[in-house]
């Protein structure tokens, strides 16, 4: 099992999209200034996670998340959550005619 993951920095509001199969171990790393690609940015907060069995299908997942359609979809959540505290709005889902979408 795999989790698909989104990281919000506190310091400026930046995404960050990865996989792992730890994905609390994952978060302790990326705030504890082990990942050259996040250390200047922490603190980070988990935003987004979704769990898929196999890691291509991870590595898929994220791959889109990391294109324009998921960072907008990521974006979109982090607006719904600041403007009214909960789901996101009808239509606001990831594209599924994306090639990457699963």
Not at 8 to 14: I, L, P
Not at 48 to 63: C, G, N, P, W
Not at 79 to 89: D, G, I, M, R
């Given at each position: 099992?795999?989790t698909?993951?989104a990281?919000?920095?506190?310091v400026?509001?930046?995404i960050?999209?990865?996989?792992?199969?730890?994905v609390?171990?994952?978060l302790?790393?990326?705030?504890s200034g082990k990942?050259?690609s996040?250390?200047?940015?922490?603190p980070?907060?988990?935003?987004?996670?979704?769990?898929?069995?196999?890691?291509?299908?991870?590595?898929?997942?994220?791959?889109?998340?990391?294109?324009?359609?998921?960072?907008?979809?990521l974006?979109?959540?982090?607006?719904s959550f600041?403007?009214?505290?909960t789901?996101?709005p009808a239509?606001?889902?990831?594209r599924?005619?994306?090639?990457?979408y699963l």
């Amino acid at each position: 099992m795999f989790t698909v993951y989104a990281l919000q920095s506190s310091v400026d509001g930046r995404i960050y999209v990865g996989f792992s199969s730890d994905v609390n171990k994952r978060l302790i790393q990326h705030n504890s200034g082990k990942t050259k690609s996040t250390k200047g940015f922490r603190p980070w907060a988990v935003i987004y996670t979704l769990e898929v069995e196999r890691r291509d299908d991870a590595r898929k997942k994220e791959i889109y998340f990391k294109s324009g359609y998921g960072k907008e979809f990521l974006k979109a959540l982090v607006l719904s959550f600041k403007e009214s505290n909960t789901c996101l709005p009808a239509g606001r889902e990831p594209r599924r005619d994306h090639k990457s979408y699963l």
